[in-house]
């Protein structure tokens, strides 16, 4: 039955930066190879601290995170302090960084550092392993026992239930009932930034909820940004896209679109987007809503990923029949007989024979939206909801959008690999749409730039010197490494208008890139025979470190222990060689 609750409203503003340095970390899009990197990234960063002592990842900086990266950072930022009557702690969480010298490669169930085969359960590198084709046939097998195949207009709900399942469960981040008649997914509980934020700005409007209702930010982590969008319409590949940034506080829409059609004007309390708004609450600043689901972290989550929505359907799609037998296989090895397992089987074949069919649009997640900037002229409408990555991939438009940060270090964690020679250097696009550069594909990509090009700084233009740059940096990329630490650049720059994010011009921002590629020292100062012998077979499909460290997020959804490992460490290792680097900088 829909719940009446009054929200919270929170007015557009459009940030200037700040005076002193306000950190921002950006995770950008990339699926399991995203999350690997990233998990080396953050244990690295777990272990620096700022000039003035304080740790690097504290409250007063920022992540800023898309598709993949925003696994990551969900998982961390919601990370529960007991998962199974377990107490979990970040040392289980991260990864102990080590030396490429350290890395060994032993026993699965040696925990010494540096063994890359083996992976503690609470870390969040077992994610990418949640991905194998037994764990989609039980995520299969669930939503044929919910009945979900046999109603089309649930479709819609494919990833977000998809994302819970085999993201977030396994971290106590996920639990929902499912109904056929819709909407489908009905998570437990919502979610919210702490007990204090609860009491302060949701319970004193609606007596009924308290901190009990909500997953709660684990205290101490940086300020969260997960990034989606709205599409115009969900039904047309080259729809314009707005940005949408949601937070433990508020979810956003602060632009509008290029056409004026989809409005922002500000956020709302979390826990109310997503609602249908009723109109203006009895309180300035508030709006009357009702709901009929807890808006989730599933939520936040599937839609900042919403591409592996049709990714996961075409796995389904060409691989079907393998994603049954190894379900089969899990049965009988958990003590099901053949007859049991085969009917399990059977009954998932049949369920899906119609759905693997379906047009990807079907999949795209689609949610009510109203406009925080006109609750006094109440408009709901249906609008589908991006992968964060197809409008900007690198987290940096939500960033300078929802916040004041000056000082960014953008993780480019890519499967892109330097090629070339500047200006005709083969890298990741996405740092070009923010420049201008690549934005003739469809919808609105040619209002994601935010940067000039023309920066007085580099007199053959702003995105020629990132480049030169990390060209400079890698020696030339792919395997001419030389003596490179990492692919990185420093690099100065100024904002341009962008009414689509809500940016302002004239934003002074020092971007620290840093981007993910071969690094030949790092990789010749491993010693040990058995790591040794698969990087040299990177090259070969079915490998264990197969495309290392360039994985395909197409073809390498699942990542083994060992694949996600030397990702992570190598990342961490980046990370370490930039250490004083980062600090100088955020003292500058």
Not at 236 to 257: H, N
Not at 267 to 290: C, D, H, K, N, R
Not at 406 to 420: C, E, S
Request: with cysteine.
């Amino acid at each position: 039955m829909p719940q009446q609750y009054i929200a919270k409203l929170y007015p557009a503003v459009t940030q200037s930066g700040g005076t002193q340095p306000i950190l921002g970390i950006c995770l950008s899009g990339g699926g399991s190879r995203a999350l690997s990197c990233a998990l080396g990234q953050l244990s690295a960063l777990n272990g620096m601290t700022l000039p003035n002592g304080q740790p690097i990842l504290g409250p007063a900086q920022y992540i800023s995170s898309v598709s993949g990266g925003s696994w990551a950072s969900v998982l961390y930022t919601f990370l529960p302090q007991t998962i199974n009557q377990i107490n979990v702690s970040d040392s289980d969480f991260l990864i102990e960084p080590v030396a490429p010298g350290s890395l060994t490669k032993g026993d699965a169930s040696d925990n010494t550092p540096g063994n890359v085969s083996y992976m503690g359960p609470y870390c969040m590198g077992t994610t990418p392993q949640q991905f194998s084709l037994a764990n989609i046939g039980i995520f299969l097998k669930t939503l044929t026992d919910s009945w979900f195949f046999a109603h089309p207009s649930q479709w819609s709900w494919f990833w977000i239930a998809g994302i819970g399942e085999i993201v977030l469960k396994p971290f106590a981040l996920y639990s929902a009932t499912y109904n056929s008649n819709g909407p489908f997914v009905l998570p437990s509980l919502m979610f919210s930034l702490s007990a204090q934020e609860v009491a302060q700005n949701i319970t004193n409007l609606n007596p009924s909820l308290g901190p009990s209702d909500f997953y709660l930010a684990r205290a101490g982590r940086p300020s969260l940004i997960v990034n989606t969008n709205l599409l115009e319409n969900y039904q047309l590949a080259s729809s314009p896209q707005i940005p949408v940034q949601a937070t433990p506080v508020a979810t956003s829409v602060l632009g509008q679109s290029p056409d004026g059609t989809v409005l922002g004007g500000g956020g709302v309390e979390s826990f109310g987007f997503t609602s249908t708004l009723i109109g203006a609450g009895g309180m300035t600043g508030t709006a009357l809503v009702t709901t009929n689901r807890n808006y989730s972290l599933c939520d936040i989550a599937g839609c900042s990923s919403a591409f592996f929505a049709a990714l996961l359907l075409q796995y389904i799609n060409d691989g079907i029949h393998d994603i049954i037998t190894e379900f089969e296989n899990y049965l009988i090895a958990h003590g099901w007989t053949e007859v049991e397992a085969d009917l399990a089987g059977a009954a998932i074949e049949v369920a899906v024979e119609f759905f693997v069919d379906t047009n990807s649009a079907d999949v795209i997640p689609k949610y009510n939206y109203w406009s925080a900037g006109q609750v006094s002229k109440p408009s709901n409408n249906t609008l589908g909801f991006s992968d964060g990555g197809s409008f900007d991939n690198s987290g940096i438009l939500g960033l300078l959008a929802h916040t004041n940060a000056n000082k960014i270090i953008a993780f480019v964690n890519t499967d892109t690999v330097l090629q070339g020679t500047p200006p005709n250097l083969t890298l990741d696009s996405s740092i070009g749409l923010l420049f201008g550069y690549g934005g003739a594909g469809p919808g609105d990509l040619m209002d994601v730039q935010v940067f000039d090009d023309s920066n007085p700084l580099y007199p053959n233009g702003a995105f020629k010197a990132v480049q030169t740059g990390l060209y400079d940096a890698s020696c030339g990329g792919g395997s001419t490494l030389g003596t490179a630490t990492a692919a990185f650049l420093q690099q100065g720059l100024v904002t341009i208008e962008n009414p689509v994010a809500n940016i302002a011009a004239g934003r002074v921002v020092d971007v620290l890139w840093v981007y993910n590629n071969p690094v030949s020292n790092w990789q010749s100062a491993i010693t040990d025979p058995g790591i040794q012998s698969d990087l040299a077979q990177a090259s070969q499909a079915g490998t264990p470190l197969w495309q290392f460290p360039n994985y395909n997020t197409f073809e390498q959804l699942y990542l083994g222990v060992e694949a996600v490992n030397m990702l992570a460490q190598l990342s961490a290792w980046n990370v370490q060689q930039l250490s004083g680097t980062i600090a100088a900088w955020l003292g500058s």
